[in-house]
């Protein structure tokens, strides 16, 4: 079976622009999470999604959002790029995200943004 | 909120040696804990977890953690470290009802030939 995917895998963009991540979970997975890992830092996180609502969110700004689509993808949106937001960017799947009966969440490779 | 410390920033051992990685945390409720390990260029790779039971847990490649407590601890061990554990290593926490990961600094394993 294939494992989470994430497009694209490196993105090199300037101050100010756009970016939309994308990410395909495991299939029969429901629950998508998004990471921020910021070089020599461990992952922090960002936002979860299940069956398409947002269950929680991290301390990041309003210009990141996201968005589940009805076949479990996700899209990680960046708006006003700051040089700060360099990072790889990690999305992981989970069975679903239901409390008291931990899912592991699997991790994809990551894309790799880099804002000049 | 939850929290992971990892008070090592490197960690190196010679090959054949036992391999620990420390980690402590912090948690209100039940803790759900968990150690990843990360190759360069690439995502993170699950390693073990604890969620309840035993509080030895065995893990893939050798790999075991022992979850403390009354320390708030859970240590990653390996008896015979080989070289191609060299890697980076992240200890994580979960509130329980609540699958949100909060991840240490990381632990740059060194297994020296």
């Known amino acids: 079976d294939a494992g989470v995917t994430q497009s694209p895998t490196h993105l090199i963009k300037t101050r100010g622009q756009h970016v939309t991540l994308r990410c395909s979970p495991i299939?029969?997975?429901?629950?998508v999470s998004w990471y921020q890992q910021v070089l020599g830092q461990g992952p922090q996180f960002i936002f979860q999604?299940?069956?398409?609502?947002?269950?929680g969110r991290g301390n990041f700004p309003d210009r990141f959002s996201a968005r589940q689509f009805p076949n479990y993808s996700s899209e990680l949106n960046v708006n006003a790029l700051l040089l700060g937001d360099s990072a790889l960017y990690l999305c992981?799947?989970?069975?679903?995200?239901?409390?008291?009966?931990?899912?592991?969440?699997?991790f994809g490779p990551g894309t790799r943004l880099t804002v000049l | 909120a939850q929290s992971v410390a990892q008070p090592e920033d490197q960690v190196n051992v010679a090959e054949g040696n036992p391999l620990t990685v420390k980690c402590t945390y912090s948690?209100?409720?039940?803790?759900?804990l968990f150690w990843y390990v990360q190759y360069p260029n690439r995502g993170l790779q699950f390693l073990l977890k604890y969620i309840t039971g035993d509080n030895l847990v065995k893990g893939s490649y050798g790999f075991e953690a022992e979850f403390n407590k009354s320390q708030t601890s859970f240590h990653l061990k390996k008896p015979s470290a080989l070289v191609s554990d060299s890697a980076l290593y992240f200890c994580a926490v979960a509130r329980y009802g609540n699958n949100r990961l909060a991840f240490g600094k990381g632990n740059q394993v060194v297994v020296i030939p």
């Open positions: 992981a799947s989970s069975l679903d995200s239901s409390g008291g009966n931990y899912n592991e969440q699997f």
């Open positions: 299939s029969g997975h429901k629950s």
């Open positions: 948690v209100s409720g039940n803790p759900y």
């Open positions: 999604y299940y069956e398409k609502e947002e269950r």
